[in-house]
């Protein structure tokens, strides 16, 4: 066992310095993002090559239900084939024993990628680049909140209490002190990710209250996407530790700002190591502005996966914080897609569309395939807008059913994605989409009962 655990990456064999590894938790992300797989004893992950799960955890709803998407040979459940990929091992810090966690990515019986898995999806996508010569580069941004305590699904989501005792308030963004008031929880996410080997760029306060932003450093798709969904859990377990939730839900609270995960997009040129959105005298590029053009031609299509739940539209609310149309601009954080203030060499491409409810291996690769598309197709964008883009028509959808409607007739899209990935995703959110249907909520029982 010695000798797998020595080419472990530098922060796990940190982590084991000196210690006795007892579990190893063997992981894939599903559909909406949640971590699933096997936690086996050490010395028999030091055996296996491999382990097997059942296709259908890629069947299956955030409600536990499932979509009817297991294809002709009906829903048998078949054996994946789970192989480790040893550069994602990481410390699990918030166990009780020396654990470690490995992202797995999965393959059928011939040894083809399961299509639908998020990870084999991120990963076809940037293929796609890499066979134009490309070299995609995004830098997530990851907003959430903590807030109290909450076992009662009835009960309204409420601010957390602060280090002063008194509830996070909103409409502090950046301050400092708003920041300390949860200076015991970002003290264990700072923790956490040391132990795990991540770099935090920065930790902010964000509008809501109790809403942090935590940004990490560009680098590879695939790799940032292992940490976004790494850290989702790491923040959790952080928050309960401090009898507070953090979540990543789009708009836990009502009258306050959603949570978003912009991506930052810059591609460089896999030879020259260039950024192909500048040209040699700094100046933006044609390939700049069809990636631009992209986004805004492909992302309504795109929606129903970076916004992936019912509660996802109602973050995309006129002023508050969250696009309504994508409109771009130069550092301008009002339209959906944003240039950033930067030298030539740094220039990218901000999507403020995404939420942070979305599974971070789809986000990104939806975002990168409608850029794709605007590169392959070469047209130009709208005229850069200028003002407050909160005054324009918004121009994506509204409801989750909509969304769905122009994702189902993105041919285009679907290619990129893959056909049996947007075959398997429509199915299961369609289940969803149903299942949330059938509940009537507070607002009818109010407003419906006795007015109608």
């Keep these: 066992?010695?000798?797998?655990?020595?080419?472990?990456?530098?922060?796990?064999?940190?982590?084991?310095?000196?210690?006795?590894?007892?579990?190893?938790?063997?992981?894939?992300?599903?559909?909406?993002?949640?971590?699933?797989?096997?936690?086996?004893?050490?010395?028999?992950?030091?055996?296996?090559?491999?382990?097997?799960?059942?296709?259908?955890?890629?069947?299956?709803?955030?409600?536990?239900?499932?979509?009817?998407?297991?294809?002709?040979?009906?829903?048998?459940?078949?054996?994946?084939?789970?192989?480790?990929?040893?550069?994602?091992?990481?410390?699990?810090?918030?166990?009780?024993?020396?654990?470690?966690?490995?992202?797995?990515?999965?393959?059928?019986?011939?040894?083809?990628?399961?299509?639908f898995a998020p990870r084999n999806v991120l990963k076809h996508v940037v293929s796609l680049y890499e066979a134009e010569g490309w070299s995609p580069v995004v830098a997530p941004e990851m907003e959430f909140f903590l807030v109290a305590r909450n076992i009662d699904p009835k009960a309204e989501i409420a601010p957390m209490m602060g280090r002063s005792g008194r509830p996070a308030a909103a409409r502090q963004a950046y301050s400092m002190t708003a920041v300390d008031e949860f200076g015991p929880v970002i003290d264990d996410i700072y923790d956490f990710a040391e132990a795990q080997g991540f770099e935090i760029d920065g930790i902010t306060q964000e509008g809501g209250a109790g809403q942090l932003e935590i940004n990490l450093l560009h680098g590879d798709p695939v790799k940032l996407a292992d940490e976004v969904f790494y850290f989702k859990r790491l923040i959790r377990e952080a928050a309960l530790r401090h009898d507070c939730f953090a979540t990543f839900m789009a708009k836990p609270i009502a009258d306050e700002p959603g949570s978003a995960m912009h991506i930052h997009h810059s591609i460089l040129n896999s030879e020259t190591g260039q950024n192909i959105f500048a040209g040699s005298d700094g100046e933006e590029t044609a390939l700049f502005r069809h990636f631009i053009a992209g986004l805004q031609n492909h992302l309504p299509s795109a929606l129903a996966v970076m916004a992936p739940y019912v509660n996802s539209y109602r973050r995309y609310v006129r002023d508050h914080a969250a696009p309504i149309n994508l409109e771009w601009a130069r550092d301008n954080r009002t339209t959906g897609i944003r240039v950033p203030l930067s030298s030539p060499k740094s220039r990218r491409v901000e999507n403020r569309i995404a939420g942070m409810d979305c599974n971070p291996y789809l986000g990104i690769a939806?975002?990168?395939?409608?850029?794709?598309?605007?590169m392959m197709e070469g047209r130009e964008p709208r005229a850069e807008f200028k003002g407050d883009a909160y005054e324009g028509d918004p121009d994506i959808p509204q409801i989750?059913?909509?969304?769905?409607?122009?994702?189902?007739?993105?041919?285009?899209l679907h290619e990129v994605l893959g056909p049996e990935f947007a075959r398997v995703y429509s199915i299961v959110k369609r289940a969803e989409y149903e299942e949330f249907l059938q509940v009537i909520s507070p607002w009818e029982r109010e407003h419906l009962l006795l007015n109608v």
Aim: negative net charge; glycine residues 10%.
């Design 400 to 412: 989750m059913g909509e969304a769905l409607e122009l994702f189902d007739g993105a041919t285009a």
């Design 1 to 115: 066992m010695s000798e797998w655990i020595e080419n472990l990456p530098q922060a796990a064999r940190q982590y084991l310095d000196g210690k006795r590894l007892d579990e190893v938790e063997c992981i894939v992300a599903d559909l909406p993002g949640i971590a699933r797989g096997k936690a086996v004893p050490a010395s028999k992950f030091a055996r296996q090559d491999y382990f097997h799960l059942p296709d259908s955890i890629f069947y299956q709803t955030i409600t536990g239900g499932w979509g009817e998407a297991a294809g002709d040979d009906g829903f048998i459940e078949k054996d994946m084939i789970l192989r480790p990929d040893m550069s994602t091992a990481t410390a699990a810090p918030w166990t009780g024993d020396w654990t470690l966690q490995v992202i797995h990515d999965s393959y059928d019986r011939d040894e083809k990628p399961i299509p």
């Design 366 to 374: 939806a975002s990168l395939a409608c850029g794709y598309l605007g």
